[in-house]
């Protein structure tokens, strides 16, 4: 693992554990996290993730196994994962929106041996328990304090574990092509790579008040999370979006940096507290996952009074591997066109566009499609190289799966997407997992799911079914609502169709493969591009 004394000032590897260690040393009494009225400082959380760490030990779990989290943005998940990582294991962080069994299958496929549930969850666990067969311990959040601390003596030891840079160090969860979950394994080098940079990427300091407002299970929650504890600062987690509470947090505790989504931006901007709230705090607000209009863009600028930053990334790649600096963000000047740009990349990252078919490298204004080389590239999908080798080749480029163009002075331009995935306020959803849910309903013969334009949320999930033979077509707004009341059943909610359309047979081509591009391209007539 490299060291880069020069971007640090501290001499020390950027490793999360390395991190933890070094501030819980230097500035053992500085507020670290805090989550409502409890404040955690760095040398009482470093002992905690120790006591995590040989909790974890204690129940048999050694290095390179799983420990699942399940439960919303709280400081248990961060001695979870610290825990995890001072003793080598590797963190699993569920996504608390899914329904039970979509959560069984990221347990089950992750092999987690102990998975740690907060109190809104005891009954998705106690329904995905005859599901999951590798779980040897269940440790709800309630218990949490004493199975950390049970039978521990002072002092606290540290098991020494330091990752190497193709360790494992947390495992990411993305929705597959097939509908099946895919772990991400985000490794020693993804980690070193994004706390290094955080200095030039996210403008990172000691002086640092993050506020941590994405789900920690998305990398932009936990990735964001830990650039913002890179230099030693106070990082504030909001266990729910609550505009207000947003607003108020962000007077209380003097906020200068955050990640949100543009739905975000939407919610605050609507709420009437925004004008009595103190925000000269605020240095960046970085935005991502999802389209912004120029319209909440520039009224977000206007109100909160700092400067905006756009991101761009993916969990393969450990979050933000571009971004549209503050400096590009002057809706009334010359280069007003850069609002629809992802920005330019990172100096540690690497981007070119290929011809998706050939593999062809392509030159500036063509559309094709963006590969990225960096330290930030995942090391693959867990227990599936076959899903691996086609998204990294072997000298390390990844296939991000969305069409676009680079300017000649280097701004990347998203223009389409060449996976079927649709992105709906910041979750990746596949229509297959959504199609498989539909065409389990008796009255379907045949669906086919796309993404359409939704002003809030950037897309939004259509479906487009076939009426199996015998169903009345007089009657859809009752067979519409029994669809979607049968589909939310067996899927999250936000992956379920907002709205369906029927026809009489869906468009194919000779190999019977459905043709997208042809049932979207009416819902984004008149769009300069044909993703949200």
Not at 260 to 271: C, D, E, G, Q, R
Not at 275 to 284: E, F, G, I, N, P
């Amino acid at each position: 693992m490299t060291t880069n004394t020069a971007a640090t000032g501290t001499g020390f590897t950027y490793s999360a554990t390395s991190m933890l260690r070094h501030w819980a040393a230097v500035q053992p009494d500085s507020p670290m996290l805090t989550l409502g009225s409890d404040t955690v400082t760095w040398g009482e959380f470093y002992e905690r993730a120790k006591r995590v760490a040989h909790a974890l030990s204690a129940e048999g779990v050694v290095a390179g196994e799983r420990v699942a989290f399940l439960d919303r943005n709280c400081i248990e998940y961060f001695e979870t994962f610290f825990g995890c990582a001072l003793l080598g294991a590797v963190s699993v962080a569920v996504n608390w929106r899914l329904a039970p069994m979509e959560m069984a299958a990221i347990v089950e496929d992750a092999g987690a041996t102990v998975l740690i549930y907060g109190t809104d969850y005891e009954e998705a666990v106690a329904d995905l328990t005859d599901h999951v067969t590798t779980v040897r311990r269940f440790v709800p959040l309630t218990g949490f304090a004493e199975w950390r601390d049970s039978g521990q003596s002072e002092p606290i030891s540290d098991p020494g574990f330091e990752p190497g840079p193709d360790d494992v160090v947390t495992q990411l969860y993305t929705s597959g092509t097939t509908g099946l979950p895919k772990g991400a394994m985000i490794s020693g080098r993804n980690i070193e790579t994004i706390l290094t940079g955080a200095v030039e990427v996210f403008r990172i300091g000691s002086d640092t008040v993050s506020m941590v407002a994405m789900p920690l299970f998305h990398i932009g929650g936990t990735g964001w999370a830990l650039s913002g504890m890179s230099r030693g600062g106070h990082s504030i987690i909001i266990r729910d979006v609550d505009p207000v509470e947003i607003l108020r947090i962000i007077e209380a505790h003097r906020i200068t940096d955050s990640f949100v989504v543009p739905a975000v931006l939407m919610f605050v901007l609507a709420t009437p507290q925004l004008a009595d709230t103190d925000m000269s705090s605020l240095r960046t607000i970085y935005y991502g996952a999802s389209p912004i209009s120029e319209d909440v863009l520039v009224k977000s600028m206007q109100a909160f009074g700092c400067d905006f930053a756009q991101v761009y990334g993916l969990t393969e790649t450990t979050g933000a591997i571009t971004s549209l600096m503050p400096e590009d963000h002057d809706p009334d000047g010359p280069r007003a066109n850069l609002l629809r740009s992802a920005g330019r990349p990172f100096s540690h990252v690497e981007l070119r566009i290929e011809d998706a078919a050939t593999g062809a490298i392509l030159p500036a204004g063509s559309v094709g499609e963006v590969m990225t080389r960096s330290g930030q590239n995942m090391l693959g999908y867990w227990n599936n190289p076959e899903a691996t080798a086609a998204v990294i080749s072997e000298d390390g480029w990844f296939r991000t799966g969305d069409a676009g163009w680079l300017s000649e002075d280097g701004y990347l331009f998203l223009h389409d997407r060449i996976k079927d995935m649709i992105v709906s306020g910041g979750e990746n959803i596949y229509p297959a997992e959504v199609e498989n849910a539909l065409l389990s309903h008796p009255a379907v013969a045949d669906a086919a799911v796309i993404g359409v334009p939704d002003d809030k949320w950037g897309e939004t999930v259509k479906a487009i079914v076939v009426r199996a033979p015998g169903i009345d077509p007089g009657d859809d707004e009752a067979l519409i609502a029994d669809i979607m009341s049968a589909t939310r059943e067996r899927l999250a909610r936000y992956k379920c169709p907002t709205s369906i359309d029927f026809m009489d047979v869906l468009p194919r081509n000779p190999s019977g493969k459905v043709l997208k591009r042809e049932l979207r391209a009416p819902y984004w007539e008149g769009r300069e591009r044909n993703i949200g």
